[in-house]
């Protein structure tokens, strides 16, 4: 018997015209995005550049991350895209076409024993929205 936790953020980024900043400024729990490109500035045809970060460290472990087009969900192909992630918690998306995009990214770590749990779940879900060019 494995015994686990289970830690799931979902995260939400608000903007008035546009983003205030080009980065998004981690906190430094479970599993975030960080990077190059703001979640609110994502444009058809224009690479994004994000990072993934777990407890505010670029993640070590292997990590991939779903990208899935939104409206796609009673679909027998939802053309769900699957990055693994690079050196340093680095990963770029290029949305194809305007709308929103469920992403997905999570880690598992195994804990030190004896402990109460044998392994932590960590994993985060956010939706981005793209604009026509």
Same mark, same amino acid.
């Given at each position: 018997?494995?015994?686990n936790?289970? =830690?799931?953020?979902v995260?939400?980024?608000?903007? $008035?015209?546009?983003? *205030?900043? +080009?980065a #998004?400024?981690?906190?430094?729990?479970?599993?975030?995005?960080?990077?190059?490109?703001?979640?609110? @500035?994502? $444009?058809?045809?224009?690479?994004?550049?994000?990072?993934?970060? $777990?407890?505010? /460290?670029?993640?070590t472990?292997?990590? /991939?991350?779903?990208v899935?087009k939104g %409206?796609?969900?009673?679909?027998?192909d939802?053309?769900e895209? #699957?990055?693994?992630? %690079?050196?340093?918690g680095? !990963? @770029?998306?290029?949305?194809?076409? +305007?709308? $929103? =995009? !469920?992403?997905?990214?999570?880690?598992? #770590?195994?804990?030190?024993?004896?402990? @109460?749990? @044998?392994?932590k779940? =960590? *994993?985060l =879900?956010?939706?981005?929205? #793209?604009?026509?060019?």
């Amino acid at each position: 018997i494995t015994r686990n936790t289970t =830690y799931s953020s979902v995260a939400t980024f608000v903007t $008035f015209n546009e983003p *205030s900043q +080009a980065a #998004v400024e981690p906190t430094g729990k479970g599993v975030e995005l960080a990077g190059e490109t703001h979640p609110n @500035d994502l $444009f058809v045809g224009e690479q994004a550049n994000f990072q993934i970060l $777990f407890e505010g /460290k670029p993640v070590t472990l292997p990590t /991939k991350v779903k990208v899935i087009k939104g %409206g796609t969900r009673h679909r027998n192909d939802r053309n769900e895209q #699957v990055i693994t992630v %690079g050196e340093n918690g680095r !990963f @770029d998306f290029t949305p194809e076409s +305007a709308g $929103f =995009y !469920f992403l997905s990214a999570s880690t598992t #770590v195994k804990v030190p024993q004896p402990s @109460d749990v @044998d392994v932590k779940h =960590y *994993s985060l =879900y956010l939706t981005l929205e #793209v604009f026509p060019e």
